[in-house]
């Protein structure tokens, strides 16, 4: 088929980090199911939260403003979440060629978080490459399901450069985007 299979990954990731289950029913000639179990909302937790911050001491504080580039729109959406709760101004793209025209654009990227496997011919690398062409100083994190390995090519990362490994939990997500963003 398409695709890598990893979209089930984020899926399942995202279910069991919200305290859900996933149940699969598969029948050979029938198909399979995918059934998603995720917890009730509570009433009780959003009172908790109503008084929490969104710019406690989770906020990076400094304005910083990130490109998410992923076909995968939960992923986007995903990682999108955790950079606002972050404090930083977030703008998306579905692909390179749009990822480019926003890196070309007045919007002062400072952070590029790109998926690896795009589409439209161009791949997370490319993308980083003209971003650091019009950016060189710009932190970019790959995020990718394939191992450390096969995206470095066997050759260390440039400097403002690193990779999360897919699936990830949104803390591990946030704790990489705070630790990129605090280097120099």
């Known amino acids: 088929g398409e695709g890598t299979g990893l979209g089930l990954s984020m899926i399942y990731g995202f279910v069991r980090q919200s305290g859900g289950q996933v149940r699969v029913d598969t029948e050979e000639g029938v198909g399979t199911t995918m059934h998603l179990y995720l917890p009730r909302y509570s009433q ?31 992923v986007r959406m995903l990682v999108s979440e955790v950079l606002e709760e972050l404090g930083c101004r977030v703008v998306e793209a ?14 002062p990227i400072t952070l590029l978080i790109t998926d690896i496997g795009l589409p439209d011919g161009m791949n997370g690398r490319d993308v980083a490459r003209a971003a650091r062409l019009l950016h060189p100083d710009l932190k970019i994190v ?30 591990d997500l946030a704790d990489h985007i705070r630790s990129v963003l605090a280097s120099t």
């Open 94 to 107: 579905c692909d390179a060629p749009s990822g480019l025209d926003i890196l070309g654009s007045d919007v």
């Open 142 to 171: 790959f995020i990718t399901g394939y191992a450390e390995s096969a995206v470095s090519c066997g050759e260390s990362l440039d400097a403002g450069v690193s990779i999360l490994i897919k699936p990830f939990d949104m803390d």
């Open 44 to 74: 009780d937790v959003a009172e908790r939260m109503a008084g929490v911050s969104c710019n406690s001491e989770n906020s990076i504080g400094h304005g910083e403003v990130a490109l998410v580039i992923d076909d995968e729109p939960i």
